[in-house]
Structures are given as C-alpha cells and as structure tokens.
C-alpha cells in the first residue's frame, strides 16, 4: 500500500467526517469565489464605460461615489480643452433608464455629433443624429440586436419617442450596447443643462498623455483623470466600497471555514488517538503521522475548493437571472477566480489545521496507546 | 519467495529476511523506576540484564509492572529514576525513538492493535514505511510473513474478519516486518488456544535463533518455561529467576 493508498483509505472509510470537510471548504470557497467573480464582473462593466470613447485619457469629478454621477461644466471642458497637449475633448453625459424588464439600467450618452467620428463611433447603417434634434437616437448595434430595432424605428427613451437614425458600433461591449442621443436632449430630459459626465481627452501628437493628464489633475484639483481601466476602480468610491466589503467577506469566510476544518479534525484526532499512538510506537516519526493527517486535510481541502466552484458556477447562473440583477451582474470568471479558490482552501487548512496538528505531533505514543 | 515461507513454518530456517550477520543487542535496565501520576509505582527499582539473543520471558501477577517494563525498553515510555541501555546505548539519549523502534525492535502488543479499517497485509506494511522499500516491497514482506504466521490467503480480510487468534498473528507478522533484533511480546499468547501458542512459541524461538534478542511478558508459567530464563515480578521488582 502507498502513503497515498492509506491516506485514501482513511478518507473513503470515515466518509461522514470527510463531507463535512469537503463541505466547509466548499461553502467558504463558493462564498468568496462568488463574490469574486461577480464583483469584477460589476467592476468591469464600470470601467467600460471610459474606454467607450477611444481617448488617451478620461476626465471625471473627483472623489464622486459613482462615476455616472460626475457632473462637468462647459467651463471646466473648455479649460480641459485649453491645456498645453490637448488636441481636442469631447464632453459626454451618460445617463440610465430602465428600458424593460431584459434592459434596467439601459444607457444612454448624450455626445454632439461632431465628435462621434473623431472618438471611435462608426456609423454601420443610416445616418447619425442632427446636433439639436429631441427625438432622434443611434442605437449600437447589441443594443439594436437586444431590442429588435432597425433604422427608421421607433424607441421610446429620454423622455421622447425617437427615430432610430442609425446603428453604430465602438468596438466596445459596453458602448455597443448603449444608444446615443444628441447631448442637449440628454442634458435637457435630465435637467442638467451644460453639464457633462465623462470628458475624453485626446492629446496633441508627440505629447505623453501621463503628462498632460497630470497637467489636468494639477489645474484642476476637482477633477481627477484616468488613464487605464485599473485606475477607474480608485475614481469610484462605490467600488472602492464594494472591494473592502468583498475583501472583508473573504476573510471572514476563510476564517469561518478554518474554525470548521479546526473542529472536524480536532475530532477526528480525539477518535483515532490510539491509532497515533500505534503508529508511532511501531516506528513512525512524528512528521509521518503528522504528515498523514495534513495530507488527508489537503486532499479533502481541494475535493472542497472544486466543489465550491461547481457550485459558484451554479449560484452565479442563478444570480445572473434573478428578475432583480439580470442585466446588472455579469459574473466573470478568470484563472485569477481559480486561484483564489484554491488558495482560499490552502488557507482554511492551513489555519485550521495549525493546532490539531500541534496537539498530534505532542502526542506521547504511550498516552495514545492507552486512550480509550 | 512465498512458497519458501509457507513451507518455512515448520522449518526453523526459514524465517524471512532476519538478519543473522548484524548482532542482536543485550538490554539492561540499571535501577529503574516508573511512578505514575497519582504516585502510582509501576517499577521500583528494577536492575536487570539480558544477554544478547536469549529468550526471557517476564512473569508475574497482574499489575506488576511487565508491561511497563516492556514500554520502556521498546522507548514508547521514560523510566522516572534509572537507565535503560539497549546493545549499549542509553534509550534517553536517543533522538528519535521512533526510529530505534523501527530499525530494531517488534512490538507485540497486549491488545493486538490492528488499525480496523486496514487489511491485514496493510497492517502488517504499516512498520516499513519511511524504510525505503517500496509500496511493491513492502506488499511481498507482508505477504510473506502472513503466509509465516498461516495466514496466506486471508491478506485482504479486514481484522473484524479475523478470529482472535488470527489477529494476534497479524500483529506477530508486523512485529517482525522490519526484521528485529528486539522482538519485545506482551501477552502475545494470551487470546490463544494452545495449538496456536505453540506455533507462536516455536516462531519466536526462531526469531531468536535467526539473531534476535526476545522479551516476552505473560502471566502463564507453562507458556514461561518454553523461553530460556524466566524473570519473575511482583509489586515493581524483580522477585526470582529461573533459567530453565
Ligand atoms: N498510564 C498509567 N497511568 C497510571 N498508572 C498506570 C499506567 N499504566 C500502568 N499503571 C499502573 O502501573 C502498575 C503496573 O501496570 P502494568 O505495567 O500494566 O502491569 P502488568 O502489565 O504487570 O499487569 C499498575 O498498578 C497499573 O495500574
Ligand atoms: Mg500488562
């Protein structure tokens, strides 16, 4: 028989207890798996929205809890636009409606015609808007895809009953599924007039756009600029929160899910003490008997961390099509996701195991021996 | 190899793989004492000796102290007060008893102690781990010396399987995987009938003979007289002896 063989043994001939190790683990690591996989999904689908336009970097208020509830004033693009390396801007207000039940925060960027060439919209079918027209919508083309809209019909939003003039595409999911209106409708449906969202930026050729968007966010301490996705998450206090409150969960699941693996095996200890005292009176060091119960916890610890992501998988897909989140929470699974799991288990054993294994190692092969 | 050790069950010479070559180690236990907590003396005041490859066995009431006598030789216990020296060396300055037990001394215990949930040949593999033979290795030992203690056939059958006296000659068969030059027995024939304490009488006899020192414990005189020197307890000391 290999070590292995005997560890295997000892697994499949304790199964009551060896479930509720797989179990703990599995719960903990579909608990932070979860909360992993769907709050990166919500992450990136925020941060999407500043890589719509295809600028070197984007303009937002700083220190704002969304990013959709930045407010510009044309005074602030037009300095934006002053600075030294600015080629040009475009000032854009993005907007949310719940559209139906498929589409609940539908968005909607309010964007001067001008500009849309210049910031990565292609125009796939039809025409773009007129500059101050209040019942004319481009659609992108997921968007136009999900609602079954073709050029010339109507799309009731923004507070009118639009003609769709066209379809365009940015290259970006999120944009794609977007529709765009001339601003001032934006502006004016929502009662912001002059105010922008988002500015994106392109800068002058031969300039470095670290460089003048450091200019911006010296000029103007009440704006802040991003330049890459990642920096995204700072600007926005909600996902700020949103990763403390994941970070934290992860901690408590694990910690949770040491204690659990802490007791079972503790247990498990407590009720095979005699068979540690044999073990180590016919001849086995204490690192192999240690070793044994740490390798049974290990191989129990990752049969746990595969079930909890088969069940991740599960919860998500379900998550996914609660009436109250679909369209909302995309969850999205990367190794990372992975990783975290199984260093999530690798943890709960670790901790939990810390003191059974002390007591084990402690152990006098007499005292075991007459254990009863 | 296995028709050999069948066949060896009568046949002295026949005993796997002890090592005639490499000397087997005198004990010697210089006033040794065992107080329990709760003041409980166990030994009080042993000084013995064993000549390298003899036979003793270690008689008396029940609650004499054999078997403490036999824990710390095999170093699963400590003496309170006084050595214990096994081919020379003093236990306490071991590193690792568990090696020492390993590499030298088969354990019998009093109850047979079989891990329930092992098979027999399992049981018997559980000493070689950690000595270098493989898991192939290790399953041809036990093989054989299953088939030396009459058990061939029965290797796979779990100890809830096996008879009383089936068990205890599993637990002789561990004792011998590692081939011991300390073969240390407590009670070993105590759950057997008589033609069975004779075939476990006449093993050790050739585990002696094959160069092994042997220290048996029982409370059955006529199982005593079959060793070469009986030492007999009471209260903790060591009372009488008797060479037979
Ligand atoms: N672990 C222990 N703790 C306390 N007392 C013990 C322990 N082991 C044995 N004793 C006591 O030591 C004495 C000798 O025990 P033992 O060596 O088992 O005797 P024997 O094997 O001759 O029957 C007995 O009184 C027994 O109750
Ligand atoms: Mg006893």
């Known amino acids: 028989m290999t070590f292995g063989g005997l560890v295997a043994r000892t697994i499949l001939s304790k199964k009551a207890r060896s479930a509720g190790l797989v179990a703990a683990v599995a719960i903990a690591v579909l608990t932070v798996v979860t909360l992993a996989v769907t709050s990166s999904g919500l992450e990136s689908s925020a941060a999407q929205i500043i890589s719509v336009g295809k600028a070197d970097f984007t303009v937002v208020q700083k220190g704002v809890s969304d990013t959709l509830s930045s407010t510009i004033d044309e005074q602030e693009v037009a300095r934006i636009e002053a600075t030294p390396g600015v080629a040009s801007t475009v000032g854009v207000l993005v907007a949310t409606e719940r559209i139906n039940a498929d589409n609940p925060v539908f968005i909607e960027i309010g964007i001067p015609p001008s500009k849309l060439a210049a910031f ?15 019942n004319q919508v481009m659609l992108g083309w997921r968007a136009a895809a999900n ?29 794609d599924a977007a529709a765009m209106f001339p601003l001032p409708a934006v502006q004016g449906y929502n009662r912001v007039p002059g105010i922008v969202t988002l500015v994106f930026v392109k800068v002058a050729p031969g300039a470095s756009s670290a460089t003048v968007a450091a200019r911006v966010d010296h000029d103007m301490p009440e704006l802040t600029t991003i330049r890459t996705a990642s920096q995204f998450g700072r600007a926005d206090r909600n996902l700020i929160y949103l990763k403390a409150a994941v970070n934290g969960s992860t901690v408590l699941a694990v910690l949770i899910g040491a204690v659990i693996v802490g007791n079972t095996m503790l247990l498990s200890l407590f009720e095979r ?16 008997t240690v070793g044994m119960l740490v390798g049974e916890s290990l191989i129990l610890g990752f049969v746990g961390a595969v079930v909890g992501v088969g069940l991740s998988f599960l919860v998500t897909a379900v998550i996914e099509r609660l009436p109250a ?10 190794a990372s996701a992975f990783w975290r799991a199984l260093l999530t288990a690798l943890a709960m054993i670790l901790i939990g195991s810390a ?5 084990a190692a402690l152990l006098s092969p007499l005292e075991a021996l007459s254990h009863e | 190899m296995s028709d050999t050790a069948r066949t060896s069950t009568s046949d002295p010479a026949g005993v796997p793989a002890l090592d005639p070559t490499s000397g087997a180690p005198s004990v010697v236990l210089e006033e040794v004492t065992r107080v329990y907590p709760g003041k409980v003396v166990a030994l009080a005041g042993v000084t013995l000796t064993i000549e390298p490859g003899t036979f003793v066995a270690v008689t008396g009431p029940s609650g004499c102290g054999k078997t403490t006598l036999l824990h710390l030789v095999a170093g699963i216990d400590t003496p309170t007060t006084g050595r214990v020296l096994v081919g020379g060396t003093d236990l306490a300055t071991l590193h690792d008893p568990s090696r020492y037990r390993r590499d030298q001394v088969g354990l ?26 493989s898991s192939g290795e290790r399953r041809h030992r036990a093989d054989e010396l299953l088939a030396l203690v009459d058990l061939a056939g029965r290797e796979d059958r779990l100890p809830v399987q096996l008879s009383g006296g089936e068990r205890q000659r599993v637990a002789i068969a561990r004792a011998l995987a590692n081939s011991p030059h300390l073969l240390l027995a407590d009670e070993p024939t105590g759950s057997l009938d008589s033609v069975a304490t004779n075939r476990v009488l006449d093993m050790f006899r050739e585990v002696q003979q094959h160069g092994a020192t042997v220290i048996m414990v029982t409370h059955e005189h006529d199982v005593a007289a079959r060793s070469d020197r009986v030492v007999e307890m009471c209260d903790g000391r060591v009372v009488g002896e008797t060479a037979v």
């Not at chain 2, 098979?119 to 070689?128: D, H, I, T």
């Open chain 2, 108 to 133: 019998v215990f009093q109850l047979h102690q079989l891990l329930p949930r092992l098979s027999a040949r399992a049981n018997v593999e559980l000493p070689m781990f950690g000595t270098g033979r």
């Open chain 1, 147 to 175: 609602l079954n809209l073709k050029v010339g019909d109507k799309f009731k939003a923004n507070g009118a009953v639009n003609t769709v003039t066209g379809i365009y595409s940015t290259g970006n999911a999120f944009g």
């Open chain 1, 325 to 334: 989140l679909r369209g909302i929470l995309h969850a999205q699974y990367s």
């Open chain 1, 355 to 359: 003191y059974p294994v002390a007591r």
């Open chain 1, 120 to 134: 990565g919209v292609t125009i796939l079918r039809g025409t773009a808007f007129a500059p101050d027209a209040t």
């Open chain 1, 273 to 288: 003490t005699r068979e540690f005292g044999l073990l180590r009176a016919v001849g086995w060091t204490r690192r192999r």
